[in-house]
């Protein structure tokens, strides 16, 4: 396959409102109610009649074989992780009712009538072909009996598994060796030819897109009961509205102001702060965040003020803003300098505001959390990302110190500062594991890298380590007093240089 095509491939399918991802399909279609089940298998059988044809697929296979079997599990894959997509945009919940079935039955048929099924199966073989590799390729050799019980592999059913196993021996993929201990007969290990697909096959699917947009529904196959995300941050950090308002009150914004809110989630500024509120109906705001549940969740909350009028949402990250150069007069962010590019993130944020507009970040800082009931808690994370990353630092926010000297390097150098405390609770052990794993951008990035069983393994570990954390401490130990601080920066008057990192003025 075509590494140009593929992601062009995997970019219409994306486009189409078409979503691929087995393991969340096969995990969600076993909780199914029998209704679903039904409607599930009845979609697909229409879909397998209607295109599903051998004749018409072989000449656009190339090198890969088929299978019947195979075809069906695509379809059934791609309709109920469609389904749990869409569910998730409506609810925040990816547990699929029978409308969203319904509509994610008109996606898979809409996308098969424009693409053909032919390119479905390849990009099935790719994604499928990517989750078996992933375990050989961190865990080197596995035992024969392990992969194919599905212990590397779950929730992937065995037949399926001995079907892709004989699949990759034979394309040269993996190979059988000789097990060095008297446990297992035989062990599957990459060949170099593997090794290489496998690279492959990782750059095609982060290239297009996908792994990201993977990495926003992988929640729901970590716990067994996904929260709602906002619910966790506001258990976790008690205070976080009184601060977020205080922090839109510090900013003096203006009525009539064209604001710009970035990792806007579900409406922290806008609707939380109220921002909506500040600039009146003759103002505008409009909202960016990655993830389109979230937008989704602050689209229906918008909505329930009557201020959809004067607030627009976009599906975007802040290092790749939609909107021409100096074009608000504020651009606001919570935790924007959390992520893996604060100076990228910094020069963003500065490009789209016009000369002398306002750059605002509410940001917690640094705060030694270190302790031994911390440490207790996520050891074992802590050890898994400096395995992958030796140069990995357990502190996860920015000092004082950095967030000054990021301000400075991208050209940012007349701000005012105010100080603030905050405090979080470490109360729910399965809380606060599901928010450490899927609000952190680093922590997620770096998890979601990892085998689907090594991340399972892991998240249930750190759930029982923090009940016993929590049984052992009281709450006021599990307690942490977090430093804050407000930022207002003002966008030098003269021409924004965006080509260099920095964006330093001219």
């Not at 990302?385 to 950095?402: A, V």
């Not at 016993?468 to 307690?479: F, G, K, M």
Request: proline fraction near 4%; hydrophobic fraction near 40%.
């Amino acid at each position: 396959m075509d590494k140009e095509t593929c992601i062009a491939d995997l970019e219409r399918m994306r486009a189409s409102g078409l979503f691929l991802d087995p393991l969340l399909a096969r995990g969600i279609y076993l909780q199914l109610d029998d209704d679903c089940v039904q409607a599930v298998d009845r979609f697909v059988h229409r879909l397998e009649l209607r295109h599903v044809r051998l004749q018409a697929l072989g000449d656009h296979l190339g090198q890969l074989p088929y299978s019947p079997s195979i075809a069906s599990r695509c379809l059934l894959e791609a309709l109920v992780s469609t389904a749990c997509q869409v569910a998730y945009h409506r609810s925040g919940q990816a547990r699929p009712e029978l409308e969203d079935i319904r509509v994610a039955h008109s996606r898979t048929a809409a996308c098969l009538l424009e693409h053909g099924m032919a390119c479905l199966y390849k990009l099935y073989f790719l994604i499928a072909g990517y989750d078996l590799l992933t375990p050989l390729h961190y865990h080197r050799p596995v035992s024969e009996d392990e992969f194919l019980q599905g212990a590397w592999h779950h929730p992937y059913p065995p037949d399926g598994l001995e079907q892709c196993l004989m699949i990759a021996l034979a394309h040269g993929s993996v190979r059988y060796k000789a097990s060095s201990t008297e446990r297992f007969e035989r062990t599957i290990q990459l060949t170099r030819i593997g090794q290489t697909r496998y690279e492959w096959m990782t750059e095609v699917l982060k290239e297009s897109g996908y792994l990201e947009e993977r990495l926003e529904m992988s929640h729901t196959y970590l716990f067994d009961h996904a929260l709602d995300l906002e619910t966790l941050f506001h258990t976790l950090e008690p205070n976080s509205l009184r601060y977020y308002r205080e922090f839109v009150d510090w900013m003096d914004i203006s009525e009539g102001s064209q604001l710009l809110e970035v990792r806007c989630g579900t409406g922290t500024l806008t609707y939380d702060g109220e921002l909506y509120r500040k600039v009146g109906e003759h103002g505008r705001i409009c909202a960016v965040d990655e993830s389109a549940g979230l937008l989704q969740q602050a689209n229906r909350k918008i909505a329930a003020v009557d201020a959809a009028e004067h607030v627009q949402l976009f599906r975007a990250s802040v290092l790749q803003l939609p909107f021409q150069e100096g074009v608000f007069d504020a651009c606001l962010g919570v935790a924007v300098l959390q992520g893996e590019q604060p100076l990228s993130a910094l020069a963003e944020m500065a490009r789209v505001v016009m000369p002398g507009g306002t750059i605002g970040l509410l940001e917690a800082l640094h705060v030694n959390a270190v302790t031994t009931a911390f440490q207790d808690w996520f050891g074992p994370l802590f050890d898994v990302l400096k395995r992958r990353n030796e140069s990995y630092k357990m502190n996860i926010l920015p000092t004082e110190t950095q967030v000054f000297q990021w301000l400075h390097e991208v050209g940012l150098h007349h701000f005012e500062t105010k100080r603030a405390m905050t405090t979080w609770v470490y109360e729910s052990a399965e809380e606060v594991v599901q928010l450490a794993l899927r609000a952190i951008p680093y922590l997620q990035r770096e998890f979601l890298r990892l085998p689907w069983d090594d991340r399972r393994s892991i998240a249930l570990e750190l759930i029982d380590r923090g009940r016993d954390v929590c049984r052992r401490c009281s709450l006021a130990e599990r307690t942490l007093t977090i430093p804050m601080l407000f930022i207002k920066a003002r966008r030098p008057v003269g021409r924004w240089d965006a080509r260099r990192r920095g964006g330093a003025e001219e």
